[in-house]
């Protein structure tokens, strides 16, 4: 048996085939087993309609482009275990 554990996802919100939007929405209502990844969403628009969209949709975090690494590690280290 082949067993991955997904952890943590970070998406960008415009990709091609799907929005990472509807990535989200997926991975909240089809995800298995618990628990679920964390979701970070990544645009370089960072219009206040996304952001309130992601946070709806079950996004741990909100970034925009250009991302600051730095900003990054101290969101991931502040993630609860």
Not at 2 to 25: A, C, K, Y
Request: proline share 10%; aromatic share 4%.
């Amino acid at each position: 048996e082949h067993h991955s554990e997904v952890v943590l996802i970070l998406s960008d919100i415009n990709m091609p085939g799907m929005s990472g939007l509807e990535l989200l929405r997926r991975v909240r209502t089809e995800a298995a087993p618990p628990p679920p990844p964390r979701v970070m969403m990544i645009t370089a628009y960072g219009d206040d309609d996304s952001r309130r969209q992601a946070l709806a949709l079950g996004a741990d975090d909100f970034l925009t482009k250009p991302v600051d690494f730095a900003a990054l590690k101290e969101k991931l280290l502040a993630l609860p275990a």
